[in-house]
């Protein structure tokens, strides 16, 4: 390989870790956006169901999660959860797509030798198969995780309610505990996004690379 080439590959290779950091940052500003929307509205909800809980249990007596099963409100809340968590679940599956795409597209276009005698445009079927194809061990592709994530939160959201019950902490406990069960669904799906961003980083400029015969 010529100096001229190693200068170039060094270029690019510059050219596609400053490219993946943007995305992913971008990435990470949306999702939070999501996710603290979602977290806020979701909150106030869980708080006035379980204030209710609270005010209908006789004085002295610690309510049980069978008084939480007959509130109406409980079972309210249950639906403006699975409701709340569907739209987080669908904006997160737009957003991937997008991002995943405008990843693949960047680093085809930024490997690419002054040399080349035609420049080639990135052919968006291989971006899909590449983006939607399963190259984890668990058998899984990015959205079949971001949904399995959802059901977590939800499962954990609940739990978090229903230790609450049973404990009898305050209001303001489970506040706190429905904001780490958030927080630790963001930090999954900003795995899944690093992890694939760097996933077709790599596979993309193997392609670019396999094509200059390098």
């Known amino acids: 390989m010529s100096q001229t080439e190693e200068y170039w590959i060094e270029r690019m290779r510059r050219a596609q870790e400053k490219q993946a950091t943007q995305s ?84 085809w276009k930024s490997i690419s030798f002054p040399s080349q005698s035609a420049f080639t445009q990135p052919s968006l079927e291989n971006a899909h198969q590449l983006i939607n194809s399963i190259w984890c061990a668990d058998g899984k592709n990015w959205s079949t995780r971001v949904w399995s ?18 404990t009898g902490k305050k209001t303001t406990e489970l506040k706190h505990m429905l904001m780490e069960e958030f927080g630790v669904g963001y930090n999954r799906a900003d795995t899944i996004a690093r992890t694939e961003i760097a996933h077709i980083q790599t596979q993309t400029a193997r392609e670019r690379y396999k094509n200059y015969g390098i």
Not at 31 to 38: F, V
Not at 149 to 166: F, G, M, R, T
């Open 24 to 107: 992913i940052t971008e990435l990470q500003n949306e999702l939070n956006i999501y996710y603290s929307k979602a977290m806020r509205r979701l909150i106030k909800q869980f708080e006035a169901t379980y204030e209710k809980l609270l005010r209908q249990t006789a004085e002295g007596i610690t309510p049980s999660v069978a008084d939480l099963y007959k509130l109406d409100t409980y079972w309210k809340l249950q639906g403006a959860l699975r409701l709340e968590l569907q739209k987080l679940g669908d904006k997160q599956e737009v957003l991937f797509s997008k991002k995943f795409e405008e990843a693949y597209e960047h680093i």
């Open 149 to 166: 994530n959802i059901d977590k939160l939800q499962e954990s959201l609940n739990d978090a309610l229903v230790d609450c019950v049973i």
